[in-house]
């Protein structure tokens, strides 16, 4: 998007600035027609042919846009009457299936499963997930396929020995020096030469010895992040850095992100706090919250930058929340799209509540909503007190698709004895929910009008389509279409701005309102739902809403 300065420009600015420093000999001397850039000086025409600039309009294009955020919403202008003004944000629904868990502990080399991954791969459901013995705390990755994503199937790969024989479907242990391991993820990453194609993101503890490639051996147990990579996803090969010096537990996940043109994780942290006292002759230290979301990158999968803080429990959350597990789950049915669905882990109740928070960058995250997205089961299911979502969107038929999860009906440690004095036996499972196209997080209002307008969007395409559903009776969605004013440098004589107009034919009272439960609604005003006249300059959209939640919107031919 034209919009934004993005990583990958600012390094390819970077580039050129150096080639002009080597190739040119620049020097350190103010001429006629150069701009600067820290110390040297450059060719303004070089500035501008590297430097996307900003700007007021964003550009969408044909693609769909989710609603998911306020980043296409305008601050309001009391000549417009255009203050967002009764709306919120609310998490879409979700659908369970089936009831039970779908894949079972039902080998001699599995007591239990936990974090789990599913990808949908060459034309079916490819599935890696911990699991281990009472016998064996080290813990391993096994591995399933599936044709429908709901039925599994577990091969005997004969690749790795446990309990005398290799007749099982265990694919890694965490390498050759590990004693107990913990599965993060398994990502496909289409920058990687073919043998390196698939990768594994996990933390291990690993026996003492020493690391000369690190530089200081260990001299101790370590309990270390690491990585492996695969050409089929069966047979792993650990890569031999070390990506963090420390074991963050619960599911770490990382990716490749081909608009940064780098490797993202996400692991657990514990990092934000509260109450310190900076002034006074009594200053007071921090007090620590809990469990948080941190942030790493790497250009080559080995070398990674230290994690820093990028969602964590807040005041609004209260002292008796951590969050759990991030579950980043990149959505590529939208533009500039991620979501996370950590669990919210409430102490007291020993409870993990989903919810979901979004980014546009890959980088700043925010939850838009609290409420809790994936429900609990009911008294007696599998996942009636805890769900921990695995990173990932998945294909589950036209216009839906799924996320993965791991459920139990204990609570976390620390109220378990509380559980068992309810005698009742201890559940764990693996389920899936499914939801429909988009609808993740919309913007809603209630029996009382809302509104809203957007930033200046410039679109192509001839139709506006909406994705929206009612919420309560007598839904009600009108979009009126305002054309954008005159830049301060267009002022007129007077050197007075023009004003943004609504444009005829386009207005709230030409427009017919939309009140069903719609994936692709188009708008329409009484003149029709033409709107390609106005495609490639900047408008506005204005929204009425009432009983109903938008999702998404889009330009299509």
């Excluded at 996942?383 to 999860?405: H, M, N, R, S, T």
């Excluded at 939309?514 to 029709?528: C, H, M, N, P």
Aim: proline share 7%; net charge neutral.
């Amino acid at each position: 998007m034209h919009w934004k300065w993005g990583l990958s420009s600012r390094r390819n600015f970077v580039k050129a600035v150096g080639a002009l420093a080597i190739g040119t000999g620049a020097e350190r001397s103010v001429g006629a027609g150069f701009g600067r850039f820290g110390s040297w000086m450059l060719p303004a025409n070089l500035m501008e042919s590297t430097i996307p600039r900003p700007r007021q309009e964003i550009y969408v294009g044909s693609r769909r846009q989710l609603l998911c955020d306020d980043f296409f919403l305008a601050p309001g202008n009391p000549d417009y009457e255009s203050y967002a003004y009764g709306i919120r944000w609310s998490a879409g629904r979700v659908e369970k299936s089936p009831h039970s868990s779908i894949l079972q502990s039902d080998r001699p080399w599995e007591d239990t499963t936990d974090w789990l991954c599913v990808l949908h791969d060459e034309g079916r459901f490819r599935m890696w997930y911990y699991a281990s013995t009472k016998s064996d705390e080290g813990g391993h990755v096994s591995y399933a396929e599936s044709d429908d994503g709901l039925t599994w199937r577990k091969p005997l790969l004969n690749l790795i020995e446990k309990r005398g024989t290799k007749r099982n479907n265990v694919v890694y242990t965490g390498g050759p020096n590990a004693w107990s391991m913990e599965l993060g993820n398994v990502f496909r990453d289409p920058s990687a030469k073919p043998d390196e194609r698939y990768k594994m993101f996990y933390s291990v503890w690993e026996n003492k010895h020493a690391y000369p490639h690190e530089g200081t051996p260990y001299a101790a147990e370590a309990g270390m992040l690491r990585g492996a990579y695969s050409g089929d996803g069966l047979n792993w090969t650990p890569y031999p850095h070390i990506f963090l010096g420390r074991y963050p537990d619960s599911q770490n996940v990382a990716t490749y992100d081909p608009v940064l043109g780098k490797y993202v994780g996400y692991i657990r942290m514990k990092v934000p706090q509260y109450g310190a006292l900076n002034v006074g002759e009594h200053p007071v230290a921090p007090a620590t919250r809990g469990r948080s979301v941190g942030r790493m990158e790497s250009d080559d999968y080995k070398r990674w930058s230290y994690p820093e803080l990028v969602l964590g429990p807040d005041f609004e959350d209260g002292l008796n929340v951590d969050l759990y597990n991030p579950a980043y789950s990149r959505y590529d049915g939208a533009e500039n799209a991620h979501f996370m669905f950590p669990s919210a882990f409430h102490h007291r109740e020993g409870t993990f509540l989903v919810e979901v928070a979004v980014s546009r960058d890959n980088h700043t995250w925010m939850r838009p909503t609290r409420e809790t997205f994936i429900p609990l089961g009911k008294p007696g299911n599998f996942d009636e007190l805890i769900i921990a979502v695995a990173p990932g969107f998945l294909p589950a038929g036209k216009d839906q698709c799924a996320l993965y999860y791991r459920g139990n009906n204990t609570p976390h440690p620390g109220v378990y004895e509380r559980f068992l004095s309810k005698g009742r036996p201890a559940l764990q499972g693996t389920g899936r929910v499914v939801l429909k196209r988009d609808r993740i997080v919309g913007i809603e209002a209630g029996a009382e009008e809302g509104t809203f307008w957007t930033r200046p969007l410039i679109f192509e395409g001839k139709r506006l389509v909406l994705n929206a559903e009612p919420t309560g009776p007598d839904p009600q969605l009108r979009v009126q279409m305002v054309g954008v004013a005159t830049t301060p440098a267009e002022s007129d004589a007077a050197g007075k701005y023009m004003k943004d107009a609504p444009i005829p034919g386009y207005t709230f009272d030409d427009s017919i309102p939309l009140s069903q439960d719609e994936l692709d609604a188009v708008v329409r005003w009484k003149t029709g739902g033409e709107v390609g006249s106005w495609a490639g300059k900047p408008v506005r959209l204005q929204f009425r809403i009432r009983s109903m939640r938008m999702y998404a919107f889009q330009f299509v031919s």
